[in-house]
C-alpha cells in the first residue's frame, strides 16, 4: 500500500484535517499583518475649570495573501482614563471599529472602496462608506474625485449631513484637497489641504 499522500490529492485535503493539499499554492489565512499605536494626552477646559487625562488609539490591519488587494482593519480610540472635575469624572468618548478596504484596478484609472463600522461605547452605532477614483492626466500628474458617506450626524441633521464629496489632485511630490460636506441647518463644511511627500518614491 503506498503511502505518498500525493496520490490523494483533494481526498486527502478534508476539512479539520489540517493537513496542506501539495496542490494548493498558500495556506489559508496568512497574509500581511500590521499593528500601530499612539499615547496622548487629551485637555478640555469648561470656563476657569479644566482636566486632563491620557489615552491610547490603536489597530490592526491584515491583508491575506489570497487578495493582497483587500485590507481588513479592526481599531480603536480614546481608551484610557476620565477627565475629572472637581469632584465628577467623565469617561473619554471611547470606540471600536471594523473596516474593510479594496484596491482595483480598472484600465482607465485607480479605484478604492472602504467601509467602516463604528460602536462607540455612549453613543450610537454608525457607518461610513467611501469611494476614491484617480486617474492619470498627464505624466507624474493624476486628478481624484471622492464620494462618501459619515452616518454618525444623520439622526439629528437629516441625511444630507452624512454625505461628502472631494476632489484632489497629485503632481509628482505635491498633493491638493478639498472637501464638502453639507450639514443642513448648521450650513456647509469645506477642508483644503496642501501635502508634499518626502523621501523616495514609490
Known amino acids: 500500500m503506498t503511502r505518498d499522500r500525493g496520490y490523494f490529492r483533494d481526498a486527502w485535503n478534508i476539512g479539520g484535517a489540517g493537513r ?5 499554492e498558500r495556506e489559508p489565512w496568512t497574509g500581511a499583518f500590521r499593528a500601530g499605536g499612539a499615547v496622548k494626552i487629551v485637555s478640555e477646559s469648561i470656563g476657569n475649570r479644566s482636566a ?3 489615552s491610547a488609539d490603536g489597530g490592526v490591519v491584515y491583508r491575506p495573501s489570497t487578495r493582497p488587494a483587500l485590507a481588513m482593519a479592526w481599531a480603536f480610540r480614546n481608551a484610557g482614563g476620565r477627565l475629572k472635575y472637581i469632584r465628577d469624572s467623565e469617561p473619554l468618548p471611547l470606540e471600536l471599529s471594523l473596516g ?4 482595483w484596478e480598472p484600465e482607465d484609472g485607480h479605484v478604492v472602496t472602504a467601509a467602516e463600522a463604528v460602536v462607540p461605547l455612549h453613543a450610537r452605532p454608525y457607518a461610513k462608506l467611501g469611494v476614491e477614483y484617480e486617474r492619470t492626466v498627464a505624466k507624474g500628474t493624476y486628478a481624484i474625485a471622492r464620494v462618501g458617506f459619515h452616518g454618525r450626524s444623520v439622526p439629528d441633521l437629516g441625511i444630507l449631513s452624512g454625505l461628502t464629496f472631494g476632489a484632489g489632485a497629485r503632481v509628482n511630490r505635491f498633493s491638493f484637497d478639498v472637501g464638502f460636506q ?3 441647518a448648521l450650513g456647509q463644511a469645506f477642508r483644503l489641504s496642501l501635502g508634499w511627500k518626502f523621501g523616495r518614491r514609490s
Do not use: S, V
Not at 496542506?20 to 494548493?24: G, Q
Open 20 to 24: 496542506r493539499n501539495e496542490d494548493d
Open 52 to 54: 486632563a487625562t491620557a
Open 100 to 103: 474593510l478596504a479594496h484596491d
Open 182 to 184: 453639507p450639514l443642513g
